[in-house]
């Protein structure tokens, strides 16, 4: 994100901000220049993305502190944005085709737990081979009617070689 200051600005109008924050206005950037001129201030804008451009008024040399803040949380957030700017983490549950109650239960806690806090959740029932595939696909449809007042499914239950899936995402 640049900031301009004074001259750089190309925009013919401006929303102006004074010195102590209070909104003044659409004003012509000749006329916002003017004014920062007159009491020895910069005229920084650091939003190109509306039109007219939100300007304020800031004191000499604090305009050009923070373009390089700006450059420098820029820098640093790049990386940063590349990595995150994925959807929203899953929550992976895993469970085996021949789950004991007590398990079966604290599993099934733990997903509602996720999904009432807002947290969408994968459930993976691994089978230890492919005639345990139906099993398997139980287990699910069972969470399933269990999961239903905290979530709803995302995805259909999608049985593969050794077990089965369903994306849960909260109601």
Do not use: W
Request: positive net charge; charged residues 30%; glycine residues 8%.
């Amino acid at each position: 994100m640049a900031v301009l200051i004074n001259e750089q600005i190309k925009a013919d109008e401006v929303v102006l901000t004074g010195l102590a924050g209070e909104k003044l206005g659409v004003v012509s950037k000749s006329e916002a220049l003017a004014m920062a001129r007159s009491k020895g201030v910069d005229l920084v804008c650091t939003s190109l993305m509306s039109s007219p451009p939100p300007c304020s008024l800031v004191a000499k040399g604090k305009g050009k502190a923070l373009a390089q803040k700006e450059a420098a949380a820029s820098k640093t957030n790049v990386g940063r944005t590349a990595k995150n700017s994925g959807k929203e983490k899953v929550k992976e549950l895993r469970f085996t085709a021949h789950i004991e109650e007590h398990d079966y239960d604290t599993k099934l806690r733990q997903a509602d737990k996720y999904l009432r806090s807002g947290k969408p959740v994968q459930l993976v029932v691994k089978a230890s081979g492919a005639k345990e595939a139906p099993v398997a696909k139980a287990v699910l449809e069972r969470l399933l009617v269990d999961l239903k007042e905290a979530g709803v499914k995302d995805t259909g239950i999608q049985t593969g070689g050794k077990g089965s899936q369903v994306k849960l995402n909260p109601r």
